[in-house]
């Protein structure tokens, strides 16, 4: 490198062959306020065999076992910091000098740092509900308003190997179809002189067989989809399943959480394989009121919790459900009437038509199995009405059902009207935790198969987010003090 000796002098660093007197200590390269010496502190004070560790006897023969504390120690550190693959984890135990610190100076090896995460799968959960406890201990949870929703994380699984029963009974067909042209073209075969530009007879015999295979293992989706009642399969992970919104489709699974209003700290947390929110408000608002431990709780959900018999089960537990009234009906997009337009007199249980008509109730019936009450006009009236042709197509009369949660959903559209203000704050409160866990953590993408190895992921992604939070608000020396 040139150097003009009448230029500012750079600083130079230290001749890399020189030799020292005294050894570095590696304690130096770590500052007191080095989110690792947490890590450290909080590790050390769990009592892991309690927790579900499995400590291995150190009278036993061979090399001893690395301590769960140290490998439990190095995940969270990988979780917090972008790390979470276990070849990578390896890889860091060689370079990163706060993992040197961290795990003074041992370098497992890859298949220990897998095997650790895969031996310890329910484990972490509890690991994560131990930190939970100890924001409460330190009053960092309001616990009087928590938001709920969901997100879809990727799972290993692509789409080409997940196919739905519609896909599956298409395949099927296609390939019924080309057996039956080829054995056609067989019959046919000695029929022609020239062969020249046709399959040889072996040939379309390798095909039939290639097709019949074929067959078989999509007749083995579709009886595997009869006998477990679910409309999808998938081939790599198959707890995984597809869902698609806003013209994207994701293989994966859906995060469920329960955010916190003071502090946005996670309260409760749950992967599950549902492909919609509907039945996850009363689980995660049941679980968040547990984890904050109080006697009620008010909660902010989006539209897609919409289920009266979820809100109905909130508030037997003493849980106050906001939430926007969903309406699903696909006449206003029509042009005609919807429910919302409908007005119910509970004092005569009865519906007021926008033609100011009464509609009486006249039976009570299943739709999708859930027992409703129908409401209806005479069809005279219907039919001399002026409003009919913006009310329903046909020449039948109106008629209007009522869930049996109704009553429910009525005083939920109630309460937010008295408190409009509540509704906005969810994404305010939520939001942003999905932002933090898929894109600043990078946990978009789940690294392991199956439904309880993508719940200890998200166990450890959760806890280093809220780790990560608490460290901020407070700071690690008191955070440690706090122990």
Aim: charged share 30%; hydrophobic share 30%; proline share 3%.
């Amino acid at each position: 490198m040139f150097y003009n000796s009448k230029m500012r002098q750079y600083i130079k660093g230290v001749d890399r062959e020189q030799s020292l007197l005294l050894p570095d200590i590696v304690d130096d390269y770590v500052s007191e306020s080095n989110p690792v010496r947490f890590i450290e502190a909080y590790v050390d004070q769990l009592n892991l065999p309690e927790l579900g560790f499995k400590l291995k006897n150190i009278e036993c023969k061979g090399r001893p076992a690395y301590h769960p504390g140290d490998l439990l120690k190095l995940y969270i550190y990988g979780y917090l910091n972008r790390v979470r693959s276990s070849r990578r984890l390896e890889h860091e135990t060689h370079r990163n000098m706060e993992v040197i610190w961290l795990m003074r100076k041992l370098r497992p090896d890859y298949k220990t740092i897998a095997d650790f995460r895969a031996d310890n799968k329910k484990v972490f959960r509890k690991v994560y509900r131990e930190f939970t406890l100890l924001c409460k201990k330190l009053d960092l949870f309001g616990k009087e308003l928590v938001a709920i929703d969901g997100s879809k994380i990727k799972a290993v699984n692509s789409k080409s190997r997940n196919y739905s029963a519609r896909v599956v009974k298409e395949r099927l067909a296609a390939i019924n179809e080309k057996i039956e042209r080829y054995l056609r073209e067989l019959d046919e075969y000695d029929e022609k002189e020239n062969h020249n530009n046709t399959p040889s007879r072996e040939e379309l015999n390798e095909k039939i067989k290639y097709l019949k295979g074929r067959k078989g293992t999509f007749k083995s989706y579709e009886k595997s989809m009869k006998e477990s009642g679910d409309l999808q399969v998938s081939l790599t992970d198959p707890d995984c399943r597809s869902s698609s919104k806003n013209d994207q489709t994701i293989v994966g699974y859906s995060l469920q959480i329960a955010v916190d209003g003071k502090n946005k700290l996670i309260a409760a947390q749950e992967v599950v394989s549902d492909v919609s929110d509907i039945h996850q408000l009363a689980p995660m608002a049941i679980a968040a009121k547990e984890t904050l431990d109080v006697e009620s709780l008010d909660v902010v959900v989006d539209m897609g919790y919409y289920d009266g018999k979820q809100v109905e089960q909130c508030e037997d537990e003493n849980i106050t459900v906001y939430m926007n009234k969903a309406n699903t009906s696909a006449n206003a997009r029509k042009g005609y009437y919807t429910k919302q337009d409908f007005r119910y007199d509970k004092s005569n249980d009865t519906y007021i038509c926008p033609a100011n008509n009464t509609l009486s109730y006249s039976t009570t019936s299943k739709t999708k199995g859930r027992d409703y009450r129908y409401y209806s006009l005479p069809k005279k009236v219907c039919r001399n009405c002026k409003l009919k042709n913006k009310c329903y197509p046909g020449n039948e009369r109106k008629r209007i059902g009522r869930s049996m949660e109704e009553d429910c959903l009525d005083r939920m559209a109630q309460r937010l009207k008295d408190k409009p203000e509540l509704l906005p704050k969810r994404k305010a409160i939520v939001e942003h935790c999905f932002g933090t866990l898929k894109c600043a953590m990078d946990n978009a993408t789940f690294l392991t198969r199956g439904i309880e190895s993508v719940r200890a992921e998200m166990s450890l992604a959760t806890l280093a987010y809220n780790m990560k939070r608490v460290m901020n608000i407070m700071g690690v020396q008191k955070l440690i003090e706090a122990l």
